[in-house]
């Protein structure tokens, strides 16, 4: 494959596998687009985006403009003569003067089977909606919300053991040689974009920090997909004695109960939803290391019916 011309736009972990890739089939990256360097922890210290810190360590120009709406910046990005930029994740909008210079398009991996799950959170809301198939989409990018057309789709299974995290990073990795082979078709020719179908969309609404606080009124099966889908954040997570617990792990149980939504009713920790059972298999106190359940009850009682929150 000829190496191309190419600007790359990300900043998260799950870009990283695809400007790995995009290096090592020897393209040319002339500049990679990230967000700006953030305070973080006690010291307020500005930290890189992942992206940022892989590209410097690799020898990359790294550019983090606030945004990419001033005149300056679109004449900056245009100079650069890409013939594709490639975008992973960026999070910012891009105007359109950026996305119509590159003569192969502005690329978007995004985590998800379009047109399901358009939107900010597609690995969650798959997991939440109990999806047996999940994968990455390339597209074209326009005006509209992941509605470019399709250049590439690859699939990949939900099983009953699937977390976020495993999902984020086998689809990152998948992602990324969905990246490099439309690429190469896409410069030979081989590949023509699809428009999305008007059937079949669903739109993934962003995550907030209490999406994870458990409603036992609900069915067992969606709270363990909840713990599935939402650790590491915004966490899972109910509310005892005026502590919040996390919940790490957790399994469906083959028990039916009388007793009230959130009524321990089981050993080690087995608590009764609103259909069905749910047993808390690993949590973690605030400020305390994550122990099994059999583990954390020694230092904290839940015996028989108590009522959780």
Avoid at 3 to 13: A, N, T, V, Y
Avoid at 148 to 155: F, N, S
Avoid at 241 to 246: A, H, N, S, V
Avoid at 286 to 298: G, I, N, T
Wanted: hydrophobic share 45%.
């Amino acid at each position: 494959m000829i190496p191309l011309r190419l600007i790359f736009l990300g900043s998260p972990d799950f870009a990283l596998p695809t400007l790995g890739a995009l290096i090592d089939a020897n393209h040319e990256i002339v500049a990679v687009y990230t967000h700006p360097p953030r305070p973080t922890g006690r010291g307020h210290h500005e930290k890189p985006c992942p992206v940022h810190a892989f590209a410097e360590a690799r020898g990359l120009k790294v550019r983090t403009p606030e945004t990419l709406s001033r005149k300056a910046e679109q004449e900056a990005f245009v100079a650069l003569e890409a013939d594709a930029a490639v975008v992973v994740a960026y999070g910012f909008i891009l105007p359109k003067v950026i996305l119509n210079k590159p003569h192969l398009g502005c690329l978007n991996v995004h985590a998800s089977l379009l047109p399901r799950w358009r939107g900010a959170a597609p690995i969650q809301r798959a997991l939440l909606a109990g999806d047996n198939k999940t994968g990455v989409t390339v597209m074209q990018i326009d005006k509209g919300l992941d509605t470019g057309p399709v250049l590439m789709r690859k699939e990949i299974p939900i099983d009953a053991k699937t977390t976020a995290t495993r999902l984020h990073d086998d689809l990152a990795e998948v992602g990324a040689k969905a990246m490099t082979q439309t690429l190469e078709r896409l410069a030979a020719g081989k590949l023509r974009p699809v428009p999305q179908p008007e059937d079949g969309v669903t739109y993934a609404a962003k995550l907030n920090k209490d999406d994870g606080l458990i409603d036992w009124r609900r069915p067992a099966i969606e709270l363990e997909r909840a713990v599935r889908a939402l650790n590491p954040w915004p966490g899972v997570w109910f509310e005892y004695m005026g502590e919040r617990i996390k919940l790490l792990h957790a399994l469906l149980v083959a028990m039916e109960s009388d007793a009230e939504p959130g009524t321990v009713i089981g050993v080690p920790l087995v608590v009764a939803c609103g259909e069905g059972a749910l047993a808390c298999m690993r949590l973690q106190r605030p400020a305390r290391e994550a122990l099994e359940a059999e583990d954390f009850l020694r230092g904290y009682s839940l015996p028989g019916g108590t009522r959780l929150g």
